[in-house]
């Protein structure tokens, strides 16, 4: 580790929410930074991944796993829902114990959505986008109008994105180029399961750290990042996906190596807005502040 740096290695993961086995574009691509430079690696199932992901997790090493998924949900989706606690904890133990995800990738994510649409309101949403064959009176196709019931639309990291002048999307959207939502199902429910069994050596940022720099206690610190941020050039014939978890862990190496990443993990926001972002919400690592 370099002097003054936080981590050891620096992990990036293009997850996928695919419903069978694949490589290439659209696949799940991890890159790992470290000491020897950067390796890359194309799984075919999250089950893979998730291997791949603990063995990551090595007394005496410290590792940041980046994710491009949404670690959280608008603020007051715990409620929408009924659960009562700590507001993410309680959402990624629903998610753990609804979601399914066989080491053939077949998954319901669709069905689970369309059980967690029922209990959050009387028409089709907050969550949307399916196959026209999975569509039912409380998951639609397209966007629906969002009603009284939902939660909003956007939490406050994407509000700032957009602001910003970016496109991110929406938690809720499940099927469609660039979504997240599928991918946010099943990768907090396999992480959830995979914090169960590590335990304190797996921390997730800002949830169980606060908006501060990991302090040391965890093997792996889990933050959600967006790969968009980090300027990258996809030769002809590369995967774009490939590219961008590279690009990414790289950009997160050097700034740790420089001292400049433990800023990244203290975001300027005002007390509301951090309060909904450490406790629901979650934030993207490297977006900055007030909001």
Request: net charge negative; proline share 7%; aromatic share 8%.
């Amino acid at each position: 580790m370099a002097t003054g740096a936080l981590f050891d290695t620096v992990a990036v993961v293009d997850w996928s929410a695919s419903n069978t086995p694949r490589t290439g574009a659209d696949s799940i691509w991890i890159a790992v930074a470290g000491g020897d430079g950067c390796t890359i690696e194309n799984v075919r199932t999250r089950h893979e991944a998730v291997a791949t992901i603990a063995a990551l997790a090595q007394p005496g090493r410290r590792t940041l796993l980046g994710v491009d998924f949404s670690l959280g949900f608008p603020r007051g989706t715990a409620a929408a829902l009924g659960l009562a606690g700590s507001p993410w904890e309680r959402t990624w133990q629903l998610l753990a114990a609804e979601i399914t995800d066989d080491e053939r990738n077949v998954n319901n994510r669709f069905d689970v959505a369309d059980r967690l649409n029922r209990t959050v309101s009387p028409g089709p949403g907050p969550f949307w986008g399916c196959p026209p064959a999975r569509s039912t009176a409380a998951l639609s196709t397209t966007r629906p109008t969002p009603n009284d019931a939902w939660p909003p639309v956007w939490r406050h990291v994407e509000a700032h994105l957009r602001e910003s002048g970016h496109r991110p999307f929406s938690a809720w959207q499940l099927l469609g180029a660039g979504s997240v939502g599928s991918q946010s199902l099943v990768g907090i429910a396999a992480l959830a399961r995979l914090r169960a069994t590590l335990g304190a050596r797996l921390a997730v940022w800002p949830f169980s750290t606060g908006l501060a720099a990991p302090d040391g206690g965890a093997d792996v610190v889990v933050a959600e990042v967006w790969p968009s941020m980090w300027p990258y050039d996809v030769p002809a014939g590369a995967v774009k996906d490939a590219v961008q978890v590279e690009t990414t862990a790289a950009a997160l190496t050097t700034l740790d190596r420089r001292g400049a990443l433990v800023d990244r993990f203290t975001p300027p926001l005002d007390e509301g807005i951090a309060s909904d972002v450490v406790g629901e919400e979650g934030w993207v690592l490297g977006v900055g502040g007030s909001c």
